[in-house]
């Protein structure tokens, strides 16, 4: 089991974007691929809003996330939203370790 949280992280100005290339150049991002338990902290930018910015990250369990939710990365994090004025909707996902149901492989070019 894995889980994933999608965070979309909206503001103004291109304030999404300037957040997203500093957690990148300050090493953040970095730091949070390297954290125990993590396997994925990418950010991709909707091509309908330029205001929004989408994180899709994913961790092994959830004592990986509170792990990473009680190190010093998560205060970085929260500076710098704040100092961008980022607002932010997410959402959960746990994994179905069976993969997709026999009917949707039909639809799934490998």
């Given at each position: 089991m894995s889980v994933t949280v999608n965070i979309y992280y909206t503001g103004a100005d291109g304030k999404?974007?300037?957040?997203?290339e500093e957690m990148v150049t300050s090493g953040t991002v970095d730091a949070i691929r390297a954290a125990e338990g993590n396997l994925r902290y990418e950010y991709f930018f909707p091509m309908d809003d330029g205001e929004t910015l989408l994180l899709i990250d994913?961790?092994?369990?959830?004592a990986a996330i509170d792990r990473h939710h009680a190190s010093p990365m998560m205060a970085k994090i929260a500076q710098l939203r704040d100092a961008y004025d980022l607002h932010m909707k997410v959402e959960r996902y746990i994994s179905d370790e069976g993969g997709a149901p026999a009917g949707d492989e039909r639809f799934i070019r490998r």
């Open positions: 999404a974007r300037s957040f997203a994913t961790w092994t369990d959830q």
